[in-house]
């Protein structure tokens, strides 16, 4: 096996390439979890693993509450299927907590205001009435939180880990906020040890090949957890070394990618940010032209699994406008099914694609 393998294996794996009829959180669930602190974008990372799938189901998935955006491992916004919220939560959220002291201490973030803060939200959401982010900071204000600093975010990113809050509904195109155990009822109670087995499992039968650096990056678990996790599951899966690193991955993946496959991933996809090194997908030399110094990942267009150039969408009224920007120039051969994926993501949006390239 060599890094062209590797990507191969990973598109199929990912779902990228070909995927089962299974319904949306059933692929969420799959997948473990889905980076999706843009909203937008992570509608798109379920809509490019289903091919035919429009927005408005991945919405409608949201609505329902069988998939649910929130804070878990590393920390930051995560698509996870409700099945697997509360086991992922008690599986970070202490260590998530425990980083935070400190900000908590500079933004006068006591006890007391936290309690405070638990209160007005327990009141507010109660009976599945959800809230959108601004309409909370304006209650809070009104009862004397002040927001300086962004301090309404690490008291929502607090409140999700102690299992308070999660997404609701979207209302008038905005996320909210829902309490957890009113919106996701069915609480799971496994052992820490059967938690992270399943996350080892999740990872690297959704993302293998992949290594333990990698999966330590993804979930945010200690050296010695990530061990002990990968300990758990080995025997149920394939390994290969490529140089010094030993390479994990499914029993059941193949790597059969026709040649002139284009993929329109959407911003921080699973298929490079969920890797501590991603030199297979994305060469150095590329790398500061999708992600940016202060870790903004931009929509990359992969052509037979490599990172080719990025692109941009705006959304006016019935029109969306794809701007793309090639790393090198395009050869014609390229363009034609790049062209076909910008339509297939115009219907997912139920938008008329306009095209723009740039040198």
């Given at each position: ?44 990372a ?14 409608t ?8 955006r ?7 916004w ?21 980083s935070?002291?400190g900000?908590?201490?500079e933004l ?28 909370l ?7 004397s939180?002040?927001?300086y600093?962004?301090?309404m ?5 607090l ?6 809050i ?6 008038q ?23 992270l087995e399943?996350?080892a ?8 090949p992949?290594?333990l650096?990698d999966?330590?990056w ?15 599951i080995q025997?149920d899966?394939l390994?290969?070394n ?13 790597s ?32 500061k ?7 903004i990942f ?18 006016k ?13 395009f050869?014609?051969s ?5 062209e ?19 040198s």
């Amino acid at each position: 096996m060599d890094l062209t393998n590797i990507v191969s294996l990973r598109l199929n794996n990912q779902w990228l390439h070909q995927s089962p009829a299974l319904d949306i959180p059933e692929i969420v669930s799959r997948m473990g979890a889905l980076q999706a602190q843009d909203f937008a974008m992570s509608k798109w990372a379920l809509g490019i693993r289903k091919p035919g799938a429009f927005e408005t189901e991945i919405e409608t998935a949201f609505n329902s509450g069988s998939i649910v955006r929130t804070h878990v491992m590393r920390p930051t916004w995560h698509t996870v299927a409700a099945s697997d919220i509360y086991w992922m939560l008690d599986l970070s959220a202490k260590r998530i907590k425990g980083s935070a002291k400190g900000r908590l201490k500079e933004l006068e973030l006591t006890p007391e205001v936290l309690s405070r803060s638990y209160s007005i939200l327990e009141k507010t959401l109660a009976g599945n009435n959800h809230h959108t982010r601004d309409e909370l900071v304006s209650l809070f204000e009104q009862n004397s939180i002040a927001n300086y600093d962004n301090r309404m975010s690490h008291i929502l990113i607090l409140a999700e880990q102690d299992g308070l809050i999660c997404s609701g509904k979207i209302k008038q195109g905005k996320t909210t906020y829902a309490l957890l155990e009113e919106w996701v009822p069915q609480k799971s109670n496994i052992s820490r040890e059967e938690a992270l087995e399943k996350l080892a499992r999740k990872y690297f039968s959704s993302h293998g090949p992949a290594t333990l650096t990698d999966f330590q990056w993804w979930s945010g678990l200690s050296l010695s957890e990530v061990r002990k996790a990968l300990n758990l599951i080995q025997h149920d899966f394939l390994s290969e070394n490529i140089g010094s690193e030993t390479y994990w991955f499914s029993h059941t993946i193949t790597s059969s990618v026709p040649e002139n496959t284009i993929h329109l991933l959407p911003a921080f996809d699973e298929c490079i940010i969920s890797y501590k090194d991603r030199t297979a997908t994305l060469t150095v030399d590329h790398h500061k032209k999708a992600v940016t110094r202060n870790g903004i990942f931009h929509p990359v267009i992969l052509h037979n699994g490599k990172a080719v150039g990025i692109w941009k969408r705006t959304i006016k009224n019935q029109k969306v406008t794809i701007d793309i920007h090639p790393f090198d120039s395009f050869t014609p051969s390229l363009v034609a099914p790049l062209e076909n994926k910008i339509h297939e993501f115009g219907v997912f949006l139920n938008k008329e694609p306009h095209i723009q390239y740039h040198s």
